[in-house]
Nanobody, 120 residues
Framework: QVQLVESGGGLVRPGGSLRLSCVAS????????MGWYRQVVGRQREFIAT???????DYADSVKGRFTSSGDFVNKTVYLQLNSLELEDTTVYYC??????????????WGQGTQITVYS
């Protein structure tokens, strides 16, 4: 089994910043992508960003220029720096990882989610 644990959510004013962290542990053979999604209640989970072990990162248009994802695949950690936060960024953020377990099985894994609330 593979577990992802997020940290760093909280309350922030519009225009403020937060930094999320996510650490993977368990029977990990190797990870090739780690990233972030968010989900508003009643809506589909939305892609935010993903970083790969080839040093590439992709972003959703809605967060380009404001959010920065960075992956440390040696330590199985991914970070999301959120700047210029807006009221519309309020929701639960989920860490995501893709890779292989020690038995060679491919998998996609999710964290438990961390709440970000932007309030005026």
């Amino acid at each position: 089994q593979v577990q992802l644990v997020e940290s760093g959510g909280g309350l922030v004013r519009p225009g403020g910043s937060l930094r999320l962290s996510c650490v993977a542990s368990g029977k990990i053979g190797g990870l090739y992508a780690m990233g972030w999604y968010r989900q508003v209640v009643g809506r589909q989970r939305e892609f935010i960003a993903t970083s790969t072990n080839r040093d590439t990162t992709d972003y959703a248009d809605s967060v380009k220029g404001r959010f920065t994802s960075s992956g440390d695949f040696v330590n199985k950690t991914v970070y999301l720096q959120l700047n210029s936060l807006e009221l519309e960024d309020t929701t639960v953020y989920y860490c995501n990882a893709k890779g292989l377990e020690t038995n060679g099985s491919p998998g996609q894994y999710w964290g438990q989610g961390t709440q970000i609330t932007v309030y005026s």
